[in-house]
Nanobody, 119 residues
Framework: QAQLVESGGGLVPPGGPLRFSCAAP????????TAWFRQAPGKEREEVSC????????HYADSVKDRFTISRDSATKMAYLQMNSLNPEDTGIYYC????????????WGPGTQVTVSS
């Protein structure tokens, strides 16, 4: 059964780094783009970043540009989100997603992982 599973969440102090991993066992990884979304408390869900499966083109939300880096490895069916210079506004639940294109409401979602940026 195709599924997405995130890992790497936790508590991190402001300014610190964190790296998410997304495992996609049983997923036709090469046919899907992967994207990270987040749901911050009291805010609407937003796309953080997306990476295409063929050209490896990337897109970032303005709020995370130059701080976050998305990547993927088709051989291992893993996707990653490296987050640097975290601030409290980055707090929220982060989701790994997949679909045929980068879109507002991807078809496949992982269960999510919580990140809290606080001192």
């Amino acid at each position: 059964q195709a599924q997405l599973v995130e890992s790497g969440g936790g508590l991190v102090p402001p300014g610190g780094p964190l790296r998410f991993s997304c495992a996609a066992p049983g997923f036709p990884f090469d046919n899907y783009v992967t994207a990270w979304f987040r749901q911050a408390p009291g805010k609407e869900r937003e796309e953080v970043s997306c990476i295409t499966h063929r050209a490896g083109s990337t897109h970032y939300a303005d709020s995370v540009k130059d701080r976050f880096t998305i990547s993927r490895d088709s051989a291992t069916k893993m996707a990653y989100l490296q987050m640097n210079s975290l601030n409290p506004e980055d707090t929220g639940i982060y989701y790994c997603t997949a679909d045929h294109t980068c879109r507002e409401n991807p078809r496949y979602w992982g269960p999510g992982t919580q990140v809290t940026v606080s001192s």
